[in-house]
């Protein structure tokens, strides 16, 4: 099986842009988390999509935000760039409900300048 | 507040030795364990993980045990080998509707394997 998918792998944006990022998930997995990874907070949950709803949320502000399409893809979305979302965001897909074993992507490593 | 830390920034073994990194956890509602490994640029990938109904679960060359009475749990690697040197991380989960799809990580443990 192909393993979760993230696009772009890096992405260099200005002060005040908005981005967004895509994920795959593996095939048959249906729930797909969002986490932001940062050297002084290391990796922060953000969101979770299942069946193009999304049941749960961490603590970030309303500037970040995704959706899932019907294909199980999900795309995440920050809006008025901050220099603190320059981080590695990560994709991490899993089956529904236990065992909890999520699957990771590469990762798309966020730059704000 | 930090529910599940990795007091251990890193760890220094020689290779063939045993490899033991530690975690504990404050919220007593986690009954899931996992243990991730990262490379530089790459995402976290699985390891191995553990029920809070078992206290030990192998695979391989690694072990993990889990102390619910105090909250820790441990990844043992044995023998330890240099491709085993990453940052490791320990994550916890729960059941419940409010924490559907969300892994708490540690600050993770950067391992070096010593040849």
């Known amino acids: 099986k192909a393993g979760v998918t993230q696009t772009p792998r890096y992405l260099i944006k200005t002060r005040g842009q908005q981005v967004t990022l895509s994920c795959s998930p593996i095939?048959?997995?249906?729930?797909v988390s969002w986490y932001q990874q940062t050297p002084g907070q290391g990796l922060q949950f953000l969101f979770e999509?299942?069946?193009?709803?999304?049941?749960n949320k961490g603590n970030f502000p309303g500037r970040f935000s995704g959706r899932q399409f019907s294909n199980s893809r999900s795309e995440m979305n920050v809006s008025t760039l901050e220099l603190g979302d320059s981080a590695l965001y990560l994709c991490?897909?899993?089956?529904?409900?236990?065992?909890?074993?999520?699957?990771f992507g590469p990762g798309t490593r966020l730059t704000v300048t | 507040d930090q529910q599940v830390k990795q007091n251990s920034p890193s760890l220094s073994v020689q290779e063939g030795r045993i490899s033991i990194l530690n975690c504990d956890y404050t919220?007593?509602?986690?009954?899931?364990f996992l243990w991730y490994k990262k490379y530089p640029a790459e995402g976290p990938t699985f390891l191995i993980s553990?029920?809070?109904?078992?206290d030990k679960n192998e695979d391989g060359r690694f072990t993990v045990f889990l102390n619910k009475s105090a909250k820790h749990l441990s990844l043992h690697i044995v023998p330890s080998q240099p491709g085993d040197s990453a940052v490791y991380f320990c994550?916890?989960?729960?059941?419940?509707?409010?924490?559907?799809?969300?892994?708490?990580f540690g600050q993770g443990t950067t391992l070096q394997v010593k040849p």
């Open positions: 991490a897909s899993s089956w529904q409900g236990p065992p909890y074993e999520q699957y």
């Open positions: 095939s048959g997995h249906r729930s």
């Open positions: 999509y299942f069946s193009e709803t999304q049941r």
């Open positions: 919220n007593s509602m986690f009954d899931y």
């Open positions: 553990i029920s809070s109904i078992k």
């Open positions: 994550a916890a989960s729960y059941d419940g509707s409010s924490n559907t799809g969300k892994l708490i």
